[in-house]
């Protein structure tokens, strides 16, 4: 089996905000295009979107921090017989504690589930209250079909083998991998709770669209290119075909 690789192309039209997006598709063993516009992060971006990505409070304080930079998905029971689909590429990111669990995650995120600074971020907010504080864009998606691959997500991502195995084999063989940039808003957004948000399923409407101005990347274009060419170097040496 082959990988899938897609890499998103942003551009942008400065005077009206306006983002749009192409997609370009490449089947081929591991070879990526780099060939993408990348924004000066020294600038703030202006972000606004009425999608948010439900996510294990664990994992969205992993991107908050600049730890990781990926997301691995597969699916929940109420997103169809498709499964997940990474369909937004600009979202805020969602904190959940629902089928999140300590076992699930590796070594190094069982160590940064303990740091105290990490375990006071995760305290949940007041009953009835969400609070979205960071919006990511989706800079790289890759369809993982390779299932000895998996092993080298781990320095990438704090999930456990185990679970990135269950995961992989959930319906049908197979992940999505998304590189994700993570962009910290200057004022967070609060939301009331409402039933519309719950169940097994990724992506959720919020009201109405929220912008983010003067939101900041948690890493410096540096620090990110350099995760994303080692994400992108391991694998494709590492894929057969």
């Given at each position: 089996?082959?990988?899938?690789?897609?890499?998103?192309?942003?551009?942008?039209?400065?005077?009206?905000?306006?983002?749009?997006?192409?997609?370009?598709?490449?089947?081929?063993?591991?070879?990526?295009?780099?060939?993408?516009?990348?924004?000066?992060?020294?600038?703030?971006?202006?972000?606004?979107?009425?999608?948010?990505?439900?996510?294990?409070?664990?994992?969205?304080?992993?991107?908050?921090?600049?730890?990781?930079?990926?997301?691995?998905?597969?699916?929940?029971?109420?997103?169809?017989?498709?499964?997940?689909?990474?369909?937004?590429?600009?979202?805020?990111?969602?904190?959940?504690?629902?089928?999140?669990?300590?076992?699930?995650?590796?070594?190094?995120?069982?160590?940064?589930?303990?740091?105290?600074?990490?375990?006071?971020?995760?305290?949940?907010?007041?009953?009835?209250?969400?609070?979205?504080?960071?919006?990511?864009?989706?800079?790289?998606?890759?369809?993982?079909?390779?299932?000895?691959?998996?092993?080298?997500?781990?320095?990438?991502?704090?999930?456990?083998?185990?679970?990135?195995?269950?995961?992989?084999?959930?319906?049908?063989?197979?992940?999505?991998?998304?590189?994700?940039?993570?962009?910290?808003?200057?004022?967070?957004?609060?939301?009331?709770?409402?039933?519309?948000?719950?169940?097994?399923?990724?992506?959720?409407d919020l009201p109405r669209p929220y912008?983010?101005?003067?939101?900041?990347?948690?890493?410096?274009?540096?620090?990110?290119?350099?995760?994303?060419?080692?994400?992108?170097?391991v694998l494709s040496e590492n894929a057969?075909?």
């Amino acid at each position: 089996m082959k990988t899938s690789v897609y890499c998103i192309q942003r551009h942008r039209e400065i005077n009206s905000r306006i983002q749009h997006y192409s997609v370009n598709q490449q089947v081929a063993g591991m070879k990526f295009d780099h060939e993408r516009e990348t924004e000066l992060t020294s600038v703030p971006a202006q972000l606004e979107t009425d999608i948010a990505l439900k996510e294990w409070a664990i994992l969205c304080a992993a991107l908050a921090s600049g730890k990781q930079t990926i997301l691995v998905r597969k699916g929940g029971i109420a997103e169809g017989p498709d499964g997940f689909q990474p369909e937004h590429p600009t979202f805020w990111l969602f904190p959940t504690n629902f089928h999140q669990a300590e076992t699930a995650l590796n070594n190094d995120g069982k160590a940064f589930l303990s740091h105290p600074d990490i375990k006071s971020n995760l305290t949940p907010p007041p009953a009835e209250q969400i609070v979205l504080k960071h919006v990511g864009q989706i800079e790289q998606i890759i369809r993982l079909e390779q299932e000895s691959l998996l092993p080298f997500l781990n320095t990438f991502q704090l999930l456990s083998p185990e679970t990135l195995s269950n995961r992989f084999h959930y319906k049908e063989p197979g992940l999505w991998v998304m590189v994700v940039r993570i962009y910290q808003a200057q004022d967070p957004i609060v939301i009331p709770d409402s039933p519309h948000f719950t169940g097994c399923r990724s992506w959720v409407d919020l009201p109405r669209p929220y912008s983010s101005p003067q939101a900041e990347p948690v890493l410096s274009e540096e620090e990110f290119q350099d995760q994303v060419r080692k994400l992108n170097s391991v694998l494709s040496e590492n894929a057969i075909g």
